[in-house]
């Protein structure tokens, strides 16, 4: 069904700005959405780069006239929080595709994937994944991909600014990588498997930044479930208050 703000027990919401969610894991960028649109009824919502459903954390969503500010907001480099799976390959480079391979890691010292990961830093190509809002000809990949389809994709430019390892309990690795719009962290992870000759899928991701929006400043669902119209009305214009101090 359209959603139809003059069908809601709500007036319109009046103010425009910027929510910081926390997306819960199994939702869609799209779900958080239609969430808040249809809840607190907000005519123009958008957000500002995609997660998958697998993943949470950080999304920043654009309401009123900030929505024209989403294209701007969305090129913001990213910070993400990932767990690396050696040993495995999916055909959606993530936890939750389909296995094409099981291999032996035991090899696979941690020297060796310090080396692998910190040699991802920097500027590089990029092979978008099928499983991806990459539009090929007016269709994005995924769509494709939903039907068998595969096709040749054009590698694309990206910069991995900082990597940090947080642990190592192989076949499992923890790290934080800050990179440019567009960066796959599922092929990240990928790559780095097969580098180490043993395949590697993404296991968990969490982004905790886009740009100058940090993770801390964030509400749940949960709570936003809890909040009534005029305390949302409230909690955008005192943080764009905040914004214009920073």
């Given at each position: 069904?359209?959603?139809?703000?003059?069908?809601?027990?709500?007036?319109?919401?009046?103010?425009?700005?910027?929510?910081?969610?926390?997306?819960?894991?199994?939702?869609?960028?799209?779900?958080?959405?239609?969430?808040?649109?249809?809840?607190?009824?907000?005519?123009?919502?958008?957000?500002?780069?995609?997660?998958?459903?697998?993943?949470?954390?950080?999304?920043?969503?654009?309401?009123?006239?900030?929505?024209?500010?989403?294209?701007?907001?969305?090129?913001?480099?990213?910070?993400?929080?990932?767990?690396?799976?050696?040993?495995?390959?999916?055909?959606?480079?993530?936890?939750?595709?389909?296995?094409?391979?099981?291999?032996?890691?035991?090899?696979?010292?941690?020297?060796?994937?310090?080396?692998?990961?910190?040699?991802?830093?920097?500027?590089?190509?990029?092979?978008?994944?099928?499983?991806?809002?990459?539009?090929?000809?007016?269709?994005?990949?995924?769509?494709?991909?939903?039907?068998?389809?595969?096709?040749?994709?054009?590698?694309?430019?990206?910069?991995?600014?900082?990597?940090?390892?947080?642990?190592?309990?192989?076949?499992?690795?923890?790290?934080?990588?800050?990179?440019?719009?567009?960066?796959?962290?599922?092929?990240?992870?990928?790559?780095?498997?097969?580098?180490?000759?043993?395949?590697?899928?993404?296991?968990?991701?969490?982004?905790?930044?886009?740009?100058?929006?940090?993770?801390?400043?964030?509400?749940?669902m949960d709570t936003l479930k809890t909040m009534e119209q005029e305390e949302l009305t409230d909690y955008v214009i005192d943080f764009l208050r905040k914004l214009t101090v920073l």
């Open positions: 069904m359209r959603y139809n703000p003059k069908r809601h027990r709500l007036p319109p919401f009046a103010a425009s700005g910027i929510l910081l969610v926390d997306k819960p894991a199994e939702w869609t960028s799209f779900d958080v959405v239609n969430c808040v649109r249809n809840r607190f009824n907000i005519p123009k919502v958008g957000h500002c780069g995609t997660l998958d459903p697998m993943a949470t954390g950080l999304l920043v969503l654009v309401l009123g006239k900030f929505t024209s500010q989403s294209a701007k907001l969305t090129g913001d480099n990213k910070t993400y929080q990932a767990t690396l799976k050696l040993g495995i390959t999916t055909d959606s480079q993530d936890i939750t595709g389909t296995v094409l391979s099981e291999n032996d890691w035991s090899t696979v010292t941690e020297d060796s994937v310090r080396k692998a990961v910190m040699a991802k830093l920097g500027i590089s190509k990029q092979l978008p994944p099928m499983v991806s809002a990459v539009k090929k000809d007016g269709q994005r990949l995924y769509e494709l991909a939903r039907k068998g389809i595969e096709i040749e994709r054009e590698p694309r430019d990206i910069e991995i600014f900082k990597l940090d390892i947080s642990r190592i309990e192989l076949p499992e690795v923890d790290f934080t990588a800050e990179c440019s719009k567009g960066t796959y962290i599922r092929t990240l992870c990928a790559d780095i498997g097969a580098e180490l000759g043993c395949g590697g899928t993404l296991a968990a991701l969490r982004r905790i930044r886009c740009g100058r929006f940090d993770i801390a400043d964030a509400l749940s």
